[in-house]
């Protein structure tokens, strides 16, 4: 199985901060990547597919980067309604698989 | 609008067995590979199976091959998960989700809609 390796676990910034996750997987997936979205409580949401693709209604202050075995999240400019946790998830191979997740706080 | 939602979950024994079900609406649903994914108590998300739009290829993650299977009624716009011989460790809220593709070997790969979950508790 593919293995998602994603970095922080956690981290707190402050509104209008650059916030960046990264991802990392243990053979290269070319771009077979999603980015998801979870509020406590709720279902993910996607935000980003293709390591770089934008879901439709999905604010532009988030982008995807990346291929191969490295893939960047980034928020550009942190809200409070940002406050979530984020998975890659790549679809490269099957099985799917997710990385551990991000915690993303607000200072 | 797209609307799946799931149910059928609640609190079972070790071993025993449950069917869990996700009504799908607003979209065409036989045209959509579909999956199951799971989340244990303050954990991460893991994925749990995935059918094609038709039925005709499953998948499953190596921790429920052969206890969990996935299958649909495209008369019905509903999904399935039989559960058997579960475990404490399949604890967990069971998302369906939509794929914006046909499955494996058409084009696939993201879940753009989730129903809001279901809860599956195994504990004697």
């Known amino acids: 199985d593919i293995q998602m390796t994603q970095s922080p676990s956690s981290l707190s910034a402050s509104v209008r901060d650059r916030v960046t996750i990264t991802c990392q997987a243990s053979?290269?997936?070319?771009?077979?990547l999603n980015w998801y979205q979870q509020k406590p409580g709720k279902a993910p949401k996607l935000l980003i597919y293709?390591?770089?693709n934008l879901e439709p209604g999905v604010p532009s202050r988030v982008s995807g980067s990346g291929s191969g075995t490295d893939f960047n999240f980034t928020i550009s400019s942190l809200q409070p309604d940002d406050i979530a946790t984020y998975y890659c998830q790549q679809y490269d191979i099957l099985p799917l698989t997710f990385g551990g997740g991000t915690k993303v706080e607000i200072k | 609008q797209v609307q799946l939602v799931e149910s059928g979950g609640g609190v079972v024994q070790p071993g025993r067995s449950l069917r869990l079900s996700c009504a799908a609406s607003?979209?065409?649903?036989?045209?959509?590979?579909m999956h199951w994914v799971r989340q244990a108590p303050g954990k991460g998300l893991e994925w749990v199976a995935l059918?094609?739009?038709?039925?005709?290829?499953?998948y499953y993650a190596d921790s429920v091959k052969g206890r969990l299977t996935i299958f649909r009624d495209n008369f019905k716009d509903t999904l399935y998960l039989q559960m058997t011989s579960l475990r404490a460790e399949d604890t967990a809220v069971y998302y369906c989700a939509r794929d914006h593709g046909r499955g494996p070997p058409f084009e696939w790969g993201r879940s753009n809609y989730w129903g809001q979950g279901t809860l599956v508790t195994v504990s004697s």
């Open positions: 053979q290269d997936i070319s771009t077979y």
């Open positions: 059918i094609s739009y038709d039925g005709t290829n499953k």
């Open positions: 293709d390591a770089s």
């Open positions: 607003g979209f065409i649903f036989s045209n959509s590979a």
